[in-house]
């Protein structure tokens, strides 16, 4: 079952722009530009001596990571009970840029 986010997407979609519009699911997405870089080292002087603490994150962590293949059938799953039926589909040997 797809996210409740994918759902409402998909439903506003159908209802406030076509149901005849493309649908693509991006399902080469992979982290770019940004994504997963590390985030600029946040430093905090404790009162008392004690020192300073460091941290690092990685930037947009929740999209660090490729698409599963699990996740596309939902999606389209999704966009088809809201009514969306045109898909742009990949072909075979065919590469994107």
Not at 57 to 81: F, S, T
């Amino acid at each position: 079952m797809p996210g409740k986010e994918v759902q409402e997407i998909t439903r506003w979609l159908a209802e406030n722009v076509s149901r005849d519009l493309y649908v693509h699911i991006m399902e080469q997405y992979h982290p770019d530009a940004h994504v997963g870089r590390k985030r600029r080292v946040t430093r905090r002087v404790r009162f008392g001596g004690e020192g300073s603490d460091s941290h690092e994150e990685v930037k947009y962590a929740e999209i660090n990571r490729a698409v599963r293949d699990e996740e596309l059938g939902p999606v389209k799953d999704a966009a088809v009970q809201a009514g969306l039926w045109r898909f742009c589909e990949p072909h075979e040997g065919q590469f994107h840029l």
